[in-house]
């Protein structure tokens, strides 16, 4: 069994960009543990206004919302906030993973995803 506990002292905040509320909560339900504060948005534009004043130690982002692709606000969230790490969640295709990647995401995760899979790769990239 795949120990996906994630380390309490290092998981400070999560910060989900994602406009589908099933998604969002399922997001919510998935991640629900008492060492993770989570914090939601739909839009870019809200992103950006949020990131003003937090820092968090992941954000998970969805690539296609209603004011822009999250894949070209990869690069907005690394030269501001470089040391955020970026998971990026969206339909699998080729072209999405490769850029996202190339645009600074740490991980790319194609839906669906299960649980293990989200907390191994929050897991990995605070350790």
């Known amino acids: 069994m795949l120990n996906t506990k994630l380390p309490p002292a290092q998981t400070k905040k999560i910060f989900i960009?994602?406009?589908?509320?099933?998604?969002?909560?399922?997001?919510?339900?998935?991640?629900?543990?008492?060492?993770?504060?989570?914090?939601?948005?739909?839009?870019?534009?809200?992103?950006?206004?949020?990131?003003?004043?937090?820092?968090?130690?992941?954000?998970?982002?969805?690539?296609?919302?209603?004011?822009?692709?999250?894949?070209?606000?990869?690069?907005?969230?690394?030269?501001?906030?470089p040391d955020v790490k970026v998971v990026m969640i969206s339909g699998y295709t080729p072209e999405a993973k490769d850029i996202a990647l190339e645009n600074g995401a740490d991980l790319f995760l194609e839906k669906p995803f299960t649980r293990e899979q989200l907390y191994s790769s929050i897991k990995e990239l605070l350790n």
């Open 17 to 81: 960009v994602e406009d589908e509320g099933d998604m969002c909560l399922l997001l919510n339900i998935m991640l629900q543990e008492k060492s993770i504060e989570l914090e939601h948005v739909k839009t870019i534009a809200a992103a950006q206004e949020y990131l003003k004043k937090e820092e968090p130690s992941v954000i998970i982002l969805d690539n296609k919302l209603p004011d822009g692709l999250g894949v070209d606000f990869i690069s907005y969230i690394k030269q501001n906030h």
